[in-house]
């Protein structure tokens, strides 16, 4: 697939994830925070809790489920872009690591994956 393509699919698997959140009473702090050590999909707040969510999206399942895509070195620079995240913000709550699955096969289906690690 075209890398404009990869992208398109990702941002709309993204807005799928926000919307998905919204209706579980999640408020969106941030949405493809781009810093200088990377990207963060979603940064949510519910209930005192900061959440850092990574959005996987795939079209099938040829390459694996989307949430196996969130591998020890991806998991290892979300916690560095969290880290830097609340350092340039302030921010002092506690927090937890999310994985969003997201299938556009045809049908829509969401996997969310709570303290994912």
């Known amino acids: 697939m075209p890398l404009f393509d990869r992208l398109k699919l990702g941002r709309k698997g993204e807005a799928e994830a926000a919307k998905y959140l919204k209706r579980k ?12 050590i990377g990207e ?11 959440v850092f969510v990574e959005v996987k999206t795939r079209r099938s ?3 694996g489920e989307p949430t196996e895509a969130v591998d020890s070195r991806k998991q290892e620079k979300l916690r560095r872009l969290a880290l830097y995240y609340m350092k340039c913000k302030g921010v002092e709550l506690p927090v937890r690591f999310d994985v969003i699955g997201v299938w556009m096969d045809g049908q829509k289906r969401i996997e969310h994956i709570e303290g994912a690690f």
């Open 25 to 36: 009473g999640y408020r969106i702090v941030e949405r493809n925070l781009r810093t200088p």
């Open 40 to 50: 963060i999909d979603i940064v949510a707040e519910r209930g005192g809790l900061l």
């Open 61 to 63: 399942n040829q390459f």
